[in-house]
């Protein structure tokens, strides 16, 4: 039976809750009305209902160009990101090597440093290299910031894993790498999607790595809706911002149908 002080501590936290909810979904929802909006300057609750924005948007090809360069570094960093975390994660976890807390430190660490001072020490040892400010220098810039996150969410995955399940594998006569693909990676496959879709989306909203590394011809869809708005500020905006959260969106609705949010949650426990 419930008492009275546990209801009320339960009624406490279910308003808690929905109150960081609230905070929480209120701008993006703000952002989204906004972006309708038939006046020429941003004004909400919107007036009248009108894609003109985001017609405008997509009718300028230099920003359908940056969404392309911001998507393609996405995906590839975040795939590159992956190849690279998950065998690390394996060796931190599986392997009796001195210096796995270093390794682990060193990979986890771009969590901690500022990502503008990343992106500085990124431009001036591609400038030394004499690939600064090109694609290339951009993906190895993505592939540092996003590679902890993949690898965190591994390792939380692998924390967990009953390695008796490779052992029984390979008594049956699989080898390493059938073990590998047959039992253990679907097994830690939520984690590395998890940390795949936080890659992808710190890649695709990233500014302060992206703006040392960019050029007129090579700017990444935030940098230039960063450089847009030191000038105008106009529901085009946004359209573009709202755009970005689409995005997102899509991506936890594609998380969702093929591993399930639950699966995910569940790895970080």
């Given at each position: 039976?419930?008492?009275?002080?546990?209801r009320?501590?339960?009624?406490?936290?279910?308003?808690?809750?929905?109150?960081?909810?609230?905070f929480?979904?209120?701008?993006?929802?703000?952002?989204v009305?906004?972006?309708f909006?038939?006046?020429?300057?941003?004004?909400?609750?919107?007036?009248?209902?009108?894609?003109?924005?985001?017609?405008?948007?997509?009718?300028?090809?230099?920003?359908?160009?940056?969404?392309?360069?911001?998507?393609?570094?996405?995906?590839?960093?975040?795939?590159?990101?992956?190849?690279?975390?998950v065998?690390?994660?394996?060796?931190?976890?599986?392997?009796?090597?001195p210096?796995?807390?270093?390794?682990?430190?060193?990979?986890?660490?771009?969590?901690?440093?500022?990502?503008?001072?990343v992106?500085?020490?990124?431009?001036?040892?591609?400038?030394?290299?004499?690939?600064?400010?090109?694609?290339?220098?951009?993906?190895?810039?993505?592939?540092?910031?996003?590679?902890?996150?993949?690898?965190?969410?591994?390792?939380?995955?692998?924390?967990?894993?009953?390695?008796?399940?490779?052992?029984?594998?390979?008594?049956?006569?699989?080898?390493?790498?059938?073990?590998?693909?047959?039992?253990?990676?679907?097994?830690?496959?939520?984690?590395?999607?998890?940390?795949?879709?936080?890659?992808?989306?710190?890649?695709?909203?990233?500014?302060?790595?992206?703006?040392?590394?960019?050029?007129?011809?090579?700017?990444?869809?935030?940098?230039?809706?960063?450089?847009?708005?030191?000038?105008?500020v106009?529901?085009?905006?946004?359209?573009?911002?709202?755009?970005?959260?689409?995005?997102?969106?899509?991506?936890?609705?594609v998380?969702?149908?093929f591993v399930?949010?639950?699966?995910?949650?569940?790895?970080?426990?």
């Amino acid at each position: 039976m419930i008492t009275f002080p546990e209801r009320i501590g339960r009624i406490l936290l279910t308003a808690v809750v929905w109150v960081g909810f609230i905070f929480l979904t209120l701008p993006l929802i703000i952002i989204v009305a906004v972006s309708f909006t038939e006046t020429e300057y941003l004004s909400f609750p919107p007036v009248g209902f009108t894609l003109r924005w985001y017609e405008q948007f997509l009718a300028d090809t230099s920003y359908l160009e940056s969404i392309g360069l911001s998507a393609s570094i996405a995906i590839v960093s975040t795939a590159i990101a992956t190849l690279i975390g998950v065998p690390t994660a394996l060796v931190i976890t599986r392997s009796s090597l001195p210096g796995r807390e270093l390794v682990s430190t060193i990979f986890l660490s771009p969590l901690i440093l500022p990502t503008i001072v990343v992106g500085a020490a990124l431009l001036q040892y591609a400038s030394a290299l004499g690939f600064a400010r090109s694609y290339l220098a951009l993906l190895i810039g993505h592939v540092v910031i996003i590679v902890p996150y993949i690898l965190r969410t591994v390792l939380a995955s692998l924390e967990r894993f009953d390695q008796s399940l490779e052992e029984a594998s390979q008594d049956l006569g699989a080898n390493g790498v059938a073990t590998f693909f047959l039992v253990t990676l679907p097994i830690i496959k939520p984690g590395i999607v998890a940390g795949a879709l936080f890659a992808l989306i710190i890649s695709w909203i990233n500014v302060e790595l992206s703006i040392f590394n960019s050029t007129a011809s090579l700017m990444p869809l935030p940098v230039k809706l960063f450089n847009y708005v030191q000038y105008a500020v106009d529901p085009m905006m946004a359209a573009i911002s709202a755009a970005t959260i689409y995005v997102a969106i899509v991506a936890v609705v594609v998380l969702d149908i093929f591993v399930g949010i639950d699966r995910v949650a569940a790895t970080q426990k």
